[in-house]
């Protein structure tokens, strides 16, 4: 017999002998005859090339390493128990491990509410997070690195060839300084707004939502004037707070509070043309995105909780 072969029925044997320190009494209990159990316990002493049980006539003792066997086989029957109820569990979805990915302005408030009251439901399974970009988030679903990810994007804009979830939906609002002439004013005209040097997210990050900007310029005549790329919406307005501009943010950002930062909506917009139309000013989704061909139990149990 070789090492790698002693299976479980010999380790459950041992234990019987080791707890009852009498190998009657532990053949009884195993529902068996003696012989065998002597023979099985021999064998493995041979096998492991130690003495495990010090034997006289008169009694039977563990020997130091039969001694510091018995916790570490206990866990391992224990362990091997439990192997069935793991597996279904597992199938089920309720252990496992998703890995996530997230854009920084789901993380503002909603994402902590998520990770808190899924693993309040699902204990046994790892939710492993990372802050990431949506360039980055593509390239790490190429290299298999990620499971899902909460994407930034323009309505209906989502990438390509994976399967999503929309689970947030709010408008652009403008970013000023607070010492800002915009910012005092009880209306805005976005001509004003529009005029001044903008601070935006370079457009691979996100595609969509900059070409949605880029068309709010453009519509009205004009062309942006660019101070400043930054990737993070967190740092955009750090920016925008140190006087290099303005900035057209998702809504959720207003949660990072900045001091000195002010935030203007569409409503706080001059309505224009003859009609007095009021302004629309572009909107942007985050969408939970995962790989159509997943098949990670743990990962269907996440979108099922996302989607409820």
């Not at 002693?6 to 005859?33: K, N, P, S, Y």
């Not at 990915?101 to 790892?126: C, K, M, N």
């Not at 303005?246 to 003859?274: C, H, K, L």
Request: glycine share 6%; net charge positive.
């Amino acid at each position: 017999m070789k090492e790698s072969l002693i299976d479980l029925r010999v380790w459950r044997q041992f234990l019987a002998v080791a707890e009852e320190l009498h190998f009657g009494r532990a053949a009884q209990r195993l529902h068996m005859t003696q012989p065998p159990v002597t023979q099985a316990i021999a064998q493995l002493e041979k096998t492991l090339g130690v003495v495990l049980f010090d034997r006289t006539r008169r009694r039977v003792a563990l020997s130091p390493a039969g001694e510091a066997l018995v916790p570490e086989v206990r866990e391992l029957l224990a362990r091997a128990q439990a192997l069935p109820a793991r597996a279904r569990a597992a199938a089920a979805g309720e252990v496992g491990r998703v890995r996530l990915a997230f854009v920084s302005t789901i993380g503002f408030e909603r994402l902590p509410v998520w990770v808190r009251e899924f693993r309040l439901r699902s204990p046994d399974v790892a939710l492993e997070l990372v802050e990431a970009t949506g360039d980055v988030q593509l390239e790490a679903f190429s290299r298999g690195e990620i499971d899902a990810g909460l994407m930034l994007h323009s309505p209906g804009s989502a990438p390509p060839g994976l399967e999503r979830l929309v689970v947030s939906q709010e408008p652009l609002v403008l970013a000023l300084p607070a010492t800002h002439p915009l910012a005092k004013a009880r209306k805005i005209r976005l001509a004003d707004a529009l005029a001044e040097p903008v601070v935006i997210f370079p457009r691979r990050i996100v595609p969509s939502l900059h070409d949605a900007i880029f068309d709010l310029y453009h519509g009205a005549g004009r062309t942006p004037r660019i101070a400043q790329e930054a990737i993070q919406m967190q740092t955009i307005v750090n920016l925008v707070w140190g006087g290099l501009g303005v900035a057209w943010v998702p809504e959720s950002v207003m949660q990072f509070r900045r001091a000195g930062i002010v935030y203007r909506g569409a409503a706080e917009f001059e309505p224009e043309g003859r009609r007095r139309a009021p302004v629309a000013l572009p909107s942007c989704e985050t969408s939970l995105v995962w790989a159509a061909e997943a098949a990670n139990p743990a990962l269907a149990r996440f979108i099922e909780f996302i989607g409820q």
